[in-house]
Structures are given as C-alpha cells and as structure tokens.
C-alpha cells in the first residue's frame, strides 16, 4: 500500500476497538523484536466475558498484563476525561511497565495518528510515569494511587504484593480501591502466591459468587480463571515412544478433565510432565489446572489433591439463595432482594443460606454445626444439612451471627428439613448455643454424646459433639473415605477450598492453613457423621411439611 491508502486503511477501521486491539498496537515480543500486538485466545475471552470489576486468577506467562495495558492505553487515547491507572508491585516493575508497555506502543503509532493525540505532560522514569492528554485524559503507572478518582484501574500482579508487600497491599486497599469510581472498570491479575492476602480472600469470595450463580452488583467482583491449557503454545511433540503416563498422571489428567470439563491433548500433557520435572511442587502455583490447586498450601495436605480435584468436579451452583432472618424465620430470595434493593444484601454470600435441594417429606436429614464467636471479623459459624440417604449436600450457610441468634436459624432450618437430626459442634461457644438450642429444639433430634446420672437422679443428655485429639480423625477419616470413594457429596465451592487448606502442623495436628479458615469443612464433617450416627426416625416425631406443599412456596 501506498502511505495514503495504509492512512485510509487505518481511518477506516479506527472506529472499531475489537480492530485497534489486534491490529494497531507495537509490542516488544520476547526477542525484543517490535510486532504488532494481538490478543491471544485467553486474552480475547478475558474482554469478551470481562465485568466492571475483574479478578483474574491465572497461569504464569499468558500475556493478561501486556493484553490489560493496552487496552488502558487505548482507553486513555480514545475517550475524553478518562483518568487510567496501573499498579506494579515495585518500582523496579512500574517503570519496566511503562516502558514497554505504554510508551513503546504508543510512541509507534503511525505519526499521523499520533499526532490527534497532543500531550499536555509526560514524564517517564525508572520507577514509573505518565502521559496526560490534551483531552483531558490521562495513564500513569506508579506502584499506588490516592489521591483522585480512576475510572480505568489495573492492579498487576496483586498476589506478589499482598505476599512480599503486605504494607503495600493495604495501601492498595484502603486508598487506591477506594479511589476508583463506583462505575469503573477494574483488572485485578496475579498468579497465586500461596493461600492469605487480600488477592486470596478476593479470589476465594468472587469464586463462592460465581459459584452461587448471583447476579454480580457494581461493586462484585466476577471471577476469572484461565489455566495453563488455555494457551496453544503450552504444547509439546510427543516422543518417538509417544506418551508415557505413570498411574498418578493418569489419575491428575483424568481428575483435572472431568473438574474443568475439558479434553487434554497428548501434546498438552507431554508439555506439563516435562515442566513438571523442573518446576516440582511450584509447578501447581506457577501453572494451576484449577482455581482450586492455584492455592495449593506447601505444606502437608490431609486430603489427597487428586480426591479433592475429583469431587471438585461434582459442585454446581444453588437451586435458591435465601436471605433467612433468624428469629422468625421468613426466607426471602436473595435474586428478588437484588431487584428491590441491592444493599440489602451481602454480596459475598454471608449469612445467606444456600439450597441446593428443597425438604422431600420421604427423606431424612442430617446437620453439622460448627459454633464462632459471632463477631464479624472473628471466625465464622457454618452449618450443613446431608441426606440420609445418599449424603448429598442439600443446604449450607457460613457467616457472623450472635450465638443464640444462631441457634434460632439452626432451629428454624432444622424444622424446614422434616426436623433434622442435628449435631452442634459443642467446643468453645458450643455450650452457649446448646443451651438455647435445646429449650427450642426437640432434644431427642439433637446428637446425644452420653448420658450423665445428677443428684437428683435426673438422666440428662450431654448434647453436641465434642471434637478433641481423640475424636477429630473420625470425622476426618470419615471424609475422607467418602473422597476416596467418590461418594462425599460436596455441591458447594467453597467446602472444596478448605479441604484444600487443611494441613497437618509441625505436631501433627490438624488445621487450616494459617490465613485460612476450617468452618465449612468442619460443619460439613459433622454433618457426615451426624449422618452415620442418626437414629431410626419415629414417624410422631415428626414435624414435616404437608404432602400438597409446592416446593415453590418454600
């Protein structure tokens, strides 16, 4: 083409942003050779299916940072009154970013098409810099942001920030997410950098929404995830031989299949087993198959990866979310609250109950109760509610209420489920709740441990489950045979996520991860064996629903 047919080539097409991002830009590629950017197949997907605020989990070295930059730069450059912002974890990182990716493809745009854009200022410098446009809007990379609003935000690498910076992690949080305008869009990616942090409490909660299948407010995050297979160049030739797999690659390729519902090629595998045998452990961090195994703790799991991958691919999302209040009990569905009123609630699904199956008046329950403290910053309470007769998870709650308010929910849950066989964990705040539980909940439906002989010859049941040294490995082990057998039941995401973070300590005790938390793996426990230990149902004791009662009305 002659310059004055490439000038109406580009005129064009200009209009079109899907075109700019693939055809426009000048990018460094690995050997520092200057070529066109254009977005990879993950990259692409990330734009098509991106909401106002995005948590990315990811793969090392799919290109999502570069992929993010440029399409702040074009942003920036294409829109008036648009302040943008990238956050490296460094200086060291924030200048090698704006070199390379803000002022190399800016600086080699076609002179004539540069020349629409007049700078007002521009400063660029090894820990960072800017460029503020004539029209008002500007792009800064810098390693945090506080003062005024960003309407265009990218926080890269936030899982190595909240590890090695944790300062800096809060300042990110206090300041920079505060500063950015309610209607903004935000890109936070990382790689995983172990389990604790701000990046692994975002994740984990924007997974649980994505999970529940809620429909994401403004200020939700929605979740992305996209593993190392979702790169065409994570391939390798297979040798003369051709694929050789031990029993545990068959089993990890088989579980990861069936939990991210895909089809790995041979060539793809070769790629992974020869990784592998440089990148040992550090391989499910730097290039996770799951959301899941990206937070893989190093240390020593109690559940086995590969069991836990397995009944990963088991979970769904919830029939309903009810928002239940717990001292009358009146249930109101949490997609109808958004309608009406979307403060009302709690985007990250605490103190929700989750229903996966509604009661079936031929059917007999099972809840577990794991009892906290109540505060809101505190551990949090959670219960569980099985089927007798498969196990299945039918119903789960977690969050912060007050003890006896707790109770009450138990109760009134309980009731719903044809008067389930309860077991409350009766450790710590365990005793409190027990004894308002009992004064509103049929004793003979709540799990016995033993009975005491009193003074005065009164038998009285020593109610709840008592977990100790002695007593915690049944319950484990007891869930773990289910996992073994692929028979566990687990519906809900975020019961996978503990077993994941639960470890033996230096003494060989059983616990989550520090930064982690084991409530919803402990209710879920209970439950099971609540299950195992529930006692032949006498049918006057029930207090079931009506045969003629629609599902619906619940």
């Not at 950098?193 to 984990?204: L, N």
């Not at 879920?524 to 629609?550: C, F, G, L, T, W």
Request: aromatic share 10%; net charge neutral; hydrophobic share 35%.
């Amino acid at each position: 083409m002659t310059e004055q047919e490439q000038i109406d080539y580009i005129q064009a097409r200009v209009g079109n942003k899907w075109w700019r991002l693939n055809n426009l830009y000048k990018v460094e590629n690995e050997d520092g050779d200057l070529v066109t950017f254009k977005l990879r197949p993950a990259q692409a997907l990330l734009f098509k299916l991106m909401a106002h605020k995005n948590i990315i989990l990811k793969a090392r070295q799919l290109g999502f940072s570069t992929a993010i930059d440029i399409y702040l730069l074009d942003e920036a450059l294409f829109n008036k009154n648009i302040k943008c912002g990238i956050i490296a974890q460094d200086q060291g990182a924030a200048g090698e970013i704006f070199r390379t990716k803000i002022e190399v493809p800016f600086d080699n745009l076609p002179e004539w098409l540069k020349a629409e854009f007049p700078i007002k200022a521009r400063r660029s410098g090894a820990s960072g810099g800017f460029i503020l446009f004539e029209s008002g809007s500007s792009i800064q990379c810098a390693t945090s942001f506080r003062s005024g609003t960003v309407q265009r935000l990218h926080i890269s690498e936030h899982g190595k920030i909240c590890a090695k910076y944790p300062q800096k992690a809060k300042e990110v949080k206090t300041g920079t997410l505060n500063a950015i305008h309610q209607k903004a869009i935000c890109f936070i990616e990382s790689t995983a950098e172990g389990v604790g942090g701000d990046f692994y409490s975002m994740s984990m909660r924007a997974l649980d929404l994505y999970n529940s299948g809620s429909t994401l407010g403004l200020q939700d995050y929605k979740f992305h995830f996209f593993a190392w297979f979702q790169d065409p160049k994570y391939s390798e030739p297979l040798p003369q031989s051709g694929l050789q797999l031990s029993k545990y690659h068959q089993e990890y390729f088989a579980a990861v299949e069936s939990a991210m519902k895909v089809t790995l090629t041979d060539e793809q595998k070769q790629w992974y087993i020869n990784k592998e045998q440089s990148q040992g452990e550090e391989i499910k961090q730097e290039f996770p198959s799951t959301p899941q195994e990206a937070f893989l703790t190093s240390g020593r799991r109690v559940f086995d990866a590969i069991r836990v991958m397995n009944a990963e691919a088991h979970t769904i999302k919830p029939l309903i979310i009810y928002d239940i209040e717990p001292v009358s009990g009146i249930k109101t569905k949490a997609q109808s609250m958004r309608e009406v009123d979307n403060e009302k609630l709690q985007r990250n699904l605490l103190n929700m109950l989750l229903v996966w199956e509604l009661p079936d008046t031929d059917e007999e329950y099972a809840i577990g109760v794991d009892i906290a403290e109540g505060l809101e910053h505190n551990d949090r309470s959670s219960f569980d509610v099985v089927k007798k007769s498969t196990g299945e998870q039918v119903a789960h709650w977690f969050g912060h209420l007050d003890v006896e308010m707790f109770a009450s929910l138990v109760r009134h849950v309980g009731h719903m489920y044809n008067t389930a066989f309860v077991g409350p964990e009766r450790n710590n705040h365990g005793h409190a709740f027990l004894q308002k539980f009992r004064d509103i909940y049929p004793v003979r439906r709540i799990y016995q441990e033993q009975y005491l002989d009193r003074d005065n010859d009164n038998d009285t049941p020593k109610l709840g489950w008592l977990t100790t040294k002695q007593s915690k490995p049944i319950i484990i082990e007891g869930l773990k045979e289910l996992l073994r057998t692929q028979t566990s039941g687990i519906r809900w995401i975020g019961t996978i996520s503990e077993l994941n973070a639960y470890v033996y300590d230096s003494k060989g005790a059983m616990n989550a991860q520090v930064g982690c938390y084991d409530d919803q793996l402990i209710s879920y426990a209970i439950a099971q064996e609540m299950r195992a230990r529930m006692p032949k149902r006498v049918k006057s004791d029930d207090n079931q629903p009506a045969k003629d009662k629609h599902w619906m009305t619940y």
